[in-house]
């Protein structure tokens, strides 16, 4: 019996011959084979990490977004609604009189200043009179020399007069000439005459001594009103020019206890402004006190500065205690529309939507009441709104509800988490 060799015997004639590859050929081929195999291992690698990372990232989120929501809410209310708009004003009395010169000189007496009382008639300055002194003086001179005039023509008439009688007489008995009664009568015209231009020249000079009198009165400054004086603007010794422009001396409130704000409101919001509507406004020398007053005129007149475009919005108040100063700036609000007792709920809660809840497309507007710790939408119907409440006409609200205005994520111990991002 004859042995058979195995696979593993090189003297079988089927036996598995391992032939060597050559040096050269080896040394090319493995590492090539081993390049490749080390980039596969890499890719697969990375691929496994990226799977890893991202199963390890979305059981974070989980976890941190399993911990809870937080609602900021706010009640339901009932209040007073005001819709306002702001301006920006300065305070001044209701009339302020300017007192100024019509003379020129200078100034001789001043018995005014700052915060003096006032009353009508009351002498405030006086500009030296003398130049005006000569000038009446003169007028009267001149008015005397035309009266003396008159009489002496009116002599002249009486005996024109009675020459022209006489004449008249002789001339019908034929005593006298024709040519003699004529240049009689032509006499008494001209004395006729000479009384009528007597007359216009008397009142000519008394023109003339009127307007030196009223010049010479002028040179005393007085007041026209009863008032208080807020501005004095010459000195003892300082001489006024009245030529183009009359100067100003003193600026006479009428009345401190009346004050009115002109506001410059702009021309966007002059639309809702209307006779009668309350405002309030704030002075910084009194910033905890609010001023009430009521719009008493919206002037038609527009002012432009730098292309905008701005209307004069005088607002009256009571200023019985003078603690308002004429030049005060005036933060000025004024009431354009208000409801009192009104269903009213934040504004925040109109804009609040729950995250991951798809928008609402619809033009009514909605709120979101926590109701057993699940926020719920109610659609409202909303009225007037101010800068902080938006009155409720409609809807399935009711006093004390709580409505939603924010939110926040929180962890299990009470830190804030990130939100779970959306895919």
């Known amino acids: 019996m004859n042995k058979q060799s195995g696979p593993g015997e090189s003297g079988g004639k089927d036996a598995l011959q391992i032939v060597p590859f050559p040096a050269t050929e080896r040394g090319v081929r493995e590492p090539a084979a081993q390049k490749r195999g080390t980039a596969r291992y890499?890719?697969?690698?990375?691929?496994?990490?990226?799977?890893?990372?991202?199963?390890?990232?979305?059981?974070?989120?989980?976890?941190?977004?399993?911990?809870?929501?937080?609602?900021?809410?706010?009640?339901?209310?009932?209040?007073?609604?005001?819709?306002?708009?702001?301006?920006?004003?300065?305070?001044?009395?209701?009339?302020?009189?300017?007192?100024?010169?019509?003379?020129?000189?200078?100034?001789?007496?001043?018995?005014?200043?700052?915060?003096?009382?006032?009353?009508?008639?009351?002498?405030?300055?006086?500009?030296?009179?003398?130049?005006?002194?000569?000038?009446?003086?003169?007028?009267?001179?001149?008015?005397?020399?035309?009266?003396?005039?008159?009489?002496?023509?009116?002599?002249?008439?009486?005996?024109?007069?009675?020459?022209?009688?006489?004449?008249?007489?002789?001339?019908?008995?034929?005593?006298?000439?024709?040519?003699?009664?004529?240049?009689?009568?032509?006499?008494?015209?001209?004395?006729?005459?000479?009384?009528?231009?007597?007359?216009?020249?008397?009142?000519?000079?008394?023109?003339?001594?009127?307007?030196?009198?009223?010049?010479l009165d002028y040179t005393n400054i007085i007041s026209p009103v009863d008032g208080t004086v807020v501005s004095r603007n010459v000195t003892m010794g300082q001489t006024v020019a009245a030529s183009f422009q009359t100067p100003t001396l003193f600026l006479i409130a009428t009345d401190l206890t009346k004050m009115q704000v002109d506001a410059n409101v702009s021309e966007s919001d002059i639309g809702g402004i209307r006779n009668g509507n309350k405002a309030t406004f704030t002075v910084d020398a009194y910033s905890r006190r609010a001023f009430e007053g009521r719009v008493t005129q919206v002037r038609q007149s527009p002012q432009t500065v730098q292309n905008v475009v701005t209307y004069d919005v005088v607002v009256s108040v009571d200023n019985s205690d003078l603690a308002l100063k004429p030049g005060l700036t005036a933060a000025t609000r004024i009431?354009?529309?208000?409801?009192?007792?009104?269903?009213?709920?934040?504004?925040?809660?109109?804009?609040?939507?729950?995250?991951?809840?798809?928008?609402?497309?619809?033009?009514?507007?909605?709120?979101?009441?926590?109701?057993?710790?699940?926020?719920?939408?109610?659609?409202?119907?909303?009225?007037?709104?101010?800068?902080?409440?938006?009155?409720?006409?409609?809807?399935?609200?009711?006093?004390?509800?709580?409505?939603?205005?924010?939110?926040?994520?929180?962890s299990v111990n009470g830190r804030s988490a990130v939100p779970r991002p959306r895919l």
């Open 42 to 215: 890499w890719a697969i690698g990375v691929a496994v990490a990226l799977l890893l990372a991202v199963g390890t990232i979305s059981v974070w989120w989980s976890v941190g977004s399993g911990s809870g929501i937080r609602y900021a809410t706010a009640p339901v209310t009932i209040g007073p609604i005001a819709r306002s708009i702001s301006a920006t004003g300065t305070v001044n009395p209701e009339l302020t009189i300017i007192v100024g010169t019509y003379v020129s000189g200078v100034i001789q007496e001043l018995s005014c200043d700052y915060n003096t009382q006032v009353k009508r008639g009351q002498s405030c300055a006086k500009i030296d009179p003398r130049p005006y002194q000569s000038m009446v003086d003169q007028g009267k001179a001149n008015l005397a020399v035309a009266k003396a005039q008159l009489e002496k023509d009116k002599a002249s008439l009486v005996y024109a007069k009675l020459s022209l009688e006489r004449h008249a007489t002789l001339v019908q008995t034929n005593a006298v000439s024709r040519d003699a009664y004529d240049n009689a009568k032509s006499v008494y015209d001209q004395a006729q005459a000479q009384i009528i231009f007597d007359e216009a020249t008397i009142q000519q000079r008394q023109a003339v001594l009127d307007a030196a009198q009223v010049n």
């Open 335 to 410: 009431i354009v529309d208000q409801r009192s007792a009104v269903l009213r709920v934040p504004n925040q809660a109109l804009r609040y939507v729950p995250t991951g809840t798809v928008p609402h497309e619809t033009k009514q507007p909605r709120v979101w009441v926590l109701r057993d710790g699940t926020p719920a939408p109610v659609q409202v119907t909303g009225g007037l709104d101010d800068d902080e409440f938006t009155e409720i006409v409609q809807g399935d609200l009711k006093v004390d509800d709580k409505v939603i205005i924010a939110e926040q994520q929180t």
